[in-house]
Structures are given as structure tokens and as C-alpha cells.
């Protein structure tokens, strides 16, 4: 699943994460999806698992690709944030609000930069299926 054309709100982490919750469906459902799409041995004149595979693949780059950027643009969003909170307080050493709101928003950057993390465990599972089931129906192409 791609991301949504609304575009994404970084600021509330409870929406964010629901969003990459349902972006991350077709990674949580490939085993499922290479169980019913790709043919054991015994059936495999009845499927083509090679278009069948090649579109996994082409869905699975997609997925991959609209969630990298979805993560990596509210993390510069929320890096902005935090830079502008740290030029006001510079401006005004004594505001606690200030201070609070910035360690909230140092606290969502955080949690954010995690996500690429979580993100590279989530690709490596799904390629790591991916393949056990499609290296023999489906040759990705090469990346420069």
C-alpha cells in the first residue's frame, strides 16, 4: 500500500503509527500471499508464478519505497520543528514550556529515526520470503 494522497500528519505518533501500520499490511499478509499465489511444485503448471512474483515484487517495492519516504519526510518535518523550538529557546534560556516542548518533539524525532529501523527489519523479513519462494519463477532486476 502506498501512501495516502492526503499526505501524512507527523505531528500526533498515535496517527502515525496506525499509518504505518496499514502500510506495512502486505509485508504482515506476504506469507499468506506467496501461499496462495505461488504454486507448490506438484501445482505448478496451473499458475504462472512468474507474473505472480513479479508483481509481488513490483507491490513490494512500492510498499517499501512509499513508506521510506513517508518516515524520512516527518523526520525532517519533526527535525525542523526542533530547530526552530531550539532557536527560541536560545532567545529565552528561562521559558520551561519551551524546554518541554522541545524535549517532546527531541522525544517524536527519536521515535521516528527508530522507525527506519523497524522499517529495515520489515523489508529484510519480507525479501527474505520473497525469495525462498520466488527465486525460482522470478529474477529481480538488477540494482545500479
Known sequence: ???PSGGVNCEEIAE???LLKVMRTIDDRIVHELNTTVP????????DASKTCKQLYESLMEAHASREKVIKNCIAQTSAVVNTLQEQ???DLNDLTLLKQIRKEQTKLKWMQSELNVEEVVNDRSWKVFNERCRVHFKPPKKE
Do not use: L, N
Not at 40 to 47: N, P, Q
Open 1 to 3: 500500500m502506498s501512501a
Open 16 to 18: 502515525f503509527q496506525e
Open 40 to 47: 507448490t511444485a506438484s501445482f505448478a503448471g496451473k499458475i
Open 89 to 91: 529557546r536560545e532567545k
